[in-house]
């Protein structure tokens, strides 16, 4: 394997940059099968039956809290990925635990909202409108739950194995993943629930 | 310890919270339904375009020009699905 020193660690051989590569074209593919679910959300939004419309079942409190834990998240693993690049493994695996207790938080945070949802009438068949806003936000909020696993030996690896190029190149990766996520929670953050409240 | 906070991504970090917090005025503030989407739309893709410069590095590798690439065709697909479907089932035409 050749490695090339004048690169950071994740782009240092050819097999790195080349899975760089394929995970952004994977990113691509993501875009569009979240744009379908926007725009059946979008579709369908006004079909609420004999149920609860978005205006009546949103509340800013939870937002808030959702859209600061997963911005200060994706925060925390772009400072994960510059400590790597320094060579700080400490630092990098400190910063991918914070990453990950934020997405916890934000997953908590999504199921407590799930739960209040179903007390006040509105569950996955209640409605148009209640189908397709679990599927778009349950398809994030899996996502997220997928990251945290995927993340958890992410930093089991740079424990065990320290920072090589095959672990600088998959924890970079997994931060394309999480930084990605956020900006799918900022359009659901502005579409879904900021459009439906005002 | 400070070589681990690079000012550009806090300075990223702190955009983007006003960016958030700019977005929510239109919750808290009263204004009309075209001023209030207005705000989002322009909000979400500065947000969304934060995300990829700063902190996802996308324009780092010789392979920028396929990334670039393959993002904008991405958006394309998601712009047409989402603007077609409004078009042509709520809209009319």
Same mark, same amino acid.
């Given at each position: ?41 979008? @579709? ?34 772009? @400072? &994960?990925?510059? *400590?790597?690049?320094? &060579?700080?493994?400490? *630092? =990098? ?30 569950? @996955? ?19 997220? =739950? ?17 920072? =090589?190029?095959?672990? *600088? ?30 | ?93």
């Amino acid at each position: 394997m050749k490695v090339d020193h004048s690169q950071p660690l994740e782009y240092s051989t050819e097999q790195n940059r080349l899975n760089i590569l394929g995970f952004w074209i994977f990113l691509g593919a993501e875009i569009a099968l979240f744009a379908t679910l926007f725009a059946s959300y979008f @579709l369908l939004r006004n079909g609420t039956g004999s149920g609860p419309s978005d205006g009546e079942v949103f509340v800013i409190d939870t937002l808030m809290i959702q859209t600061f834990l997963l911005l200060t998240s994706s925060f925390t693993i772009g @400072l &994960g990925v510059h *400590a790597m690049r320094l &060579g700080r493994k400490t *630092a =990098t695996i400190n910063f991918f635990i914070v990453t990950l207790l934020l997405g916890l938080g934000f997953v908590g945070v999504e199921i407590y909202e799930f739960t209040q949802y179903i007390d006040e009438g509105l569950t @996955l068949q209640t409605s148009g409108f209640s189908s397709a806003l679990f599927t778009l936000l349950g398809t994030h909020g899996a996502h997220v =739950t997928f990251g945290l696993f995927w993340g958890s030996f992410i930093i089991y690896q740079l424990i065990t194995r320290g920072l =090589t190029p095959e672990t *600088a190149n998959k924890s970079f990766i997994f931060s394309l993943y999480w930084h990605f996520l956020d900006v799918v929670w900022i359009f659901i953050f502005s579409f879904v629930y900021l459009k439906g409240m005002i | 310890m400070r070589e681990l906070f690079p000012a550009k991504q806090v300075m990223g970090y702190f955009f983007s919270l006003l960016l958030t917090v700019i977005a929510l005025a239109v919750y808290f503030v009263d204004m009309s339904y075209q001023v209030a989407m207005t705000i989002l739309l322009v909000t979400a893709f500065v947000q969304a375009g934060v995300q990829l410069v700063v902190f996802m590095h996308a324009g780092e590798s010789k392979d920028k020009w396929s990334i670039y690439t393959t993002v904008y065709y991405g958006v394309f697909i998601a712009l047409v699905t989402i603007f077609g479907s409004l078009l042509t089932l709520i809209w009319g035409y």
